[in-house]
């Protein structure tokens, strides 16, 4: 075949305005901090992880010769707010804004979070600076001039976040509830919540332009998501099966088996460095989320964490919303990490069985394309049929029945056959 082979955050932006400002701390662990243009000066997102990160942040955002109007934190993570103090000491006209959950988890530190983070970073500070104004969790916000929508999610990546929307370009401030292209901490073993806040976060800002993350490069939102979404999608489908009553240490999952899951992750993710600065942090997330599935009622499980998951806007089954999204985001490696070890494409009668060659056939057929899903034409346990256009060279194109066959966390079988 060739390729086959409603409030202000669902209204569209309407106004041009300068780009935020970004500082990235170094890895690992590099974690960011955005300038925005305001009217009466730079409103700033997150404080860095250290106060000496956060003053090479501070050197940047002087460069623009404008004050400093306001400071906001997104959660209350190590990473995000160690630097605080050092802001409030180089900026100290302008107020540190939280919201209220916000504040009350940063002073509670019911985790131990900071002792950890000062065991693990000497440069951690010895005290943190909190916020000195407190803001009503879903409250809009009035800053430096401008109107920002705020959102509260909670019991996901962190206990509680805040993100902040600018209505008027679609800009959107997420803190760690997606990230780009990085390695997350799952430390919290709440990755069914993640998954939940995901859909929430996609339907409240569904219009939203730019996504600004706290760890990774700027990018669409909706893509953002998506790639969140169907990482711990597939880090959940991996530790799933070590923590089975059958599997080779029950409950626990055994060095060897640990050590499998974070192979397959590193191959299905390469190059995704990780978000925090300690070096246990690919172990310590298979062990959170194996003790969060191993503790799991399937039967209570939530429609966005079931092993058949279904991407919250388009109704795909999860593998299969990664191998549209992978052949859309040009991702070869998340495209074949879709599929399983031994699966079966069919491509207009050609075969290819094995994800070594199916892996082949898409980077030569299918990498460089625009895959739109117009509808699920069929839709059972285990399998979905497509009707779709695929555009080889990004545009034009053909309509084509995408048939997936699904186990668990991967496509078994796909067959590509042109749309009558």
């Given at each position: 075949m060739g390729g086959c082979s409603?409030?202000?955050?669902?209204?569209?932006?309407?106004?041009?305005?300068?780009?935020?400002?970004?500082?990235?701390?170094?890895?690992?662990?590099?974690?960011?901090?955005?300038?925005?243009?305001?009217?009466?000066?730079?409103?700033?997102?997150?404080?860095?992880?250290?106060?000496?990160?956060?003053?090479?942040?501070?050197?940047?955002?002087?460069?623009?010769?404008?004050?400093?109007?306001?400071?906001?934190?997104?959660?209350?993570?190590?990473?995000?707010?160690?630097?605080?103090?050092?802001?409030?000491?180089?900026?100290?006209?302008?107020?540190?804004?939280?919201?209220?959950?916000?504040?009350?988890?940063?002073?509670?530190?019911?985790?131990?979070?900071?002792?950890?983070?000062?065991?693990?970073?000497?440069?951690?500070?010895?005290?943190?600076?909190?916020?000195?104004?407190?803001?009503?969790?879903?409250?809009?916000?009035?800053?430096?001039?401008?109107?920002?929508?705020?959102a509260t999610f909670a019991e996901g990546e962190s206990d509680t976040a805040t993100v902040y929307h600018r209505a008027d370009t679609g800009d959107l401030f997420s803190g760690d509830l997606a990230g780009s292209k990085v390695t997350p901490a799952l430390i919290e073993g709440n990755s069914c919540g993640w998954l939940q806040n995901l859909d929430r976060l996609g339907r409240r800002f569904s219009a939203a332009g730019t996504m600004y993350p706290g760890h990774g490069a700027p990018g669409p939102a909706r893509a953002l998501i998506d790639e969140q979404r169907r990482y711990l999608q597939r880090f959940r489908g991996l530790v799933r099966p070590a923590v089975a009553p059958g599997s080779a240490g029950g409950r626990t999952v055994t060095s060897g088996e640990q050590r499998s899951i974070i192979a397959e992750m590193e191959r299905t993710h390469p190059g995704h460095p990780p978000v925090a600065d300690l070096s246990t942090i690919a172990q310590e997330n298979v062990r959170a989320v194996a003790r969060e599935l191993a503790a799991e009622d399937p039967a209570k499980t939530p429609a966005a964490c079931s092993d058949e998951a279904r991407d919250g806007t388009n109704g795909l089954l999860a593998p299969v919303s990664a191998y549209v999204g992978a052949v859309n985001d040009r991702n070869l490696d998340a495209l074949a990490g879709a599929f399983a070890a031994d699966a079966e494409l069919i491509d207009v009668g050609r075969r290819f069985t094995g994800r070594a060659a199916i892996r082949a056939w898409a980077e030569n057929e299918v990498i460089g394309g625009r895959l739109t899903v117009t509808r699920v034409a069929e839709n059972r346990p285990g399998h979905q049929r497509l009707l779709v256009r695929f555009a080889p060279g990004g545009s034009g194109g053909f309509d084509a029945y995408y048939a997936f066959t699904v186990n668990g966390s991967s496509i078994t079988r796909a067959e590509l056959t042109y749309a009558d």
């Open positions: 409603n409030d202000e955050g669902s209204k569209p932006p309407a106004a041009k305005a300068a780009q935020p400002g970004r500082f990235a701390s170094p890895n690992p662990g590099s974690v960011n901090v955005y300038w925005i243009q305001a009217p009466e000066g730079l409103v700033l997102v997150d404080t860095s992880r250290t106060p000496a990160d956060a003053r090479k942040a501070i050197a940047e955002i002087r460069k623009t010769g404008r004050p400093v109007a306001a400071i906001l934190l997104t959660h209350s993570h190590p990473d995000h707010v160690g630097g605080a103090g050092a802001f409030a000491e180089a900026f100290p006209r302008a107020p540190i804004h939280a919201s209220r959950a916000t504040d009350k988890a940063m002073r509670e530190d019911g985790r131990r979070f900071y002792p950890l983070a000062r065991s693990a970073n000497p440069g951690f500070p010895a005290k943190v600076t909190y916020a000195d104004r407190v803001f009503e969790d879903g409250a809009p916000l009035q800053v430096g001039g401008l109107r920002l929508v705020t």
